[in-house]
């Protein structure tokens, strides 16, 4: 049976809507999707931002404060390990005699060795600077002696 253009016609009407609905849809999903990348995108940057604000507001609450020498110490045993600073690159403490600055957990006896001079007695009050470089990476943690409290 054969049949003519005027029936053919239609057919193929819906047909070519059939593909252009398609290719409609393929590209509306497609722009969704990368959306949805670049969303996925900033919440992830976002959320890394956060988790290192939070990771550096233990060190970062020392900023500014006047702080006992015994709470120096602590603050060295906190924060410093074997393997290196934790959170930062290195502790710098001027005790009024000279600058020392410590890498790694090795070096607390120099801070309790009363007659050294990387000195730390307890009753010393020194001022906390947090220095932080261009991207808001805490680099050094700086103790600077301040006064000494009489007791």
Same mark, same amino acid.
């Given at each position: 049976?054969k049949?003519?253009?005027f029936?053919?016609?239609p057919?193929?009407?819906?047909l070519?809507?059939g593909?252009i609905?398609s290719?409609?849809?393929?590209?509306? =999903?497609t722009l969704?999707?990368e959306q949805?990348?670049? =969303? /996925?995108g900033e919440?992830?940057?976002?959320m890394l931002?956060?988790?290192?604000?939070?990771?550096?507001?233990? !060190?970062?609450?020392y900023d500014?404060?006047?702080?006992?020498?015994a709470?120096?110490?602590?603050?060295?045993k906190l924060?410093?390990t074997?393997?290196?600073a934790? #959170?930062?690159?290195q =502790?710098i403490i001027?005790n009024g005699? #000279? *600058?020392?600055?410590?890498?790694s957990s090795? &070096?607390f006896a120099k801070? /309790? &060795?009363s007659k050294?001079?990387?000195y730390v007695?307890?009753?010393?009050?020194y001022?906390?600077t947090v220095?932080?470089n261009?991207?808001? !990476? !805490? *680099?050094?943690?700086?103790?600077?002696?301040?006064?000494? *409290?009489?007791?």
């Amino acid at each position: 049976m054969k049949r003519n253009s005027f029936e053919i016609a239609p057919q193929a009407l819906f047909l070519a809507a059939g593909v252009i609905l398609s290719i409609a849809l393929i590209s509306i =999903m497609t722009l969704q999707f990368e959306q949805s990348r670049q =969303m /996925t995108g900033e919440v992830n940057r976002k959320m890394l931002d956060m988790t290192e604000s939070i990771k550096n507001s233990e !060190i970062t609450q020392y900023d500014g404060l006047h702080i006992s020498g015994a709470e120096v110490r602590n603050f060295y045993k906190l924060y410093l390990t074997s393997s290196g600073a934790r #959170g930062f690159d290195q =502790m710098i403490i001027d005790n009024g005699a #000279g *600058t020392r600055a410590y890498l790694s957990s090795g &070096d607390f006896a120099k801070l /309790t &060795d009363s007659k050294g001079e990387g000195y730390v007695a307890p009753a010393d009050i020194y001022l906390c600077t947090v220095e932080q470089n261009a991207n808001g !990476i !805490i *680099t050094n943690v700086r103790f600077e002696k301040k006064e000494k *409290t009489e007791g």
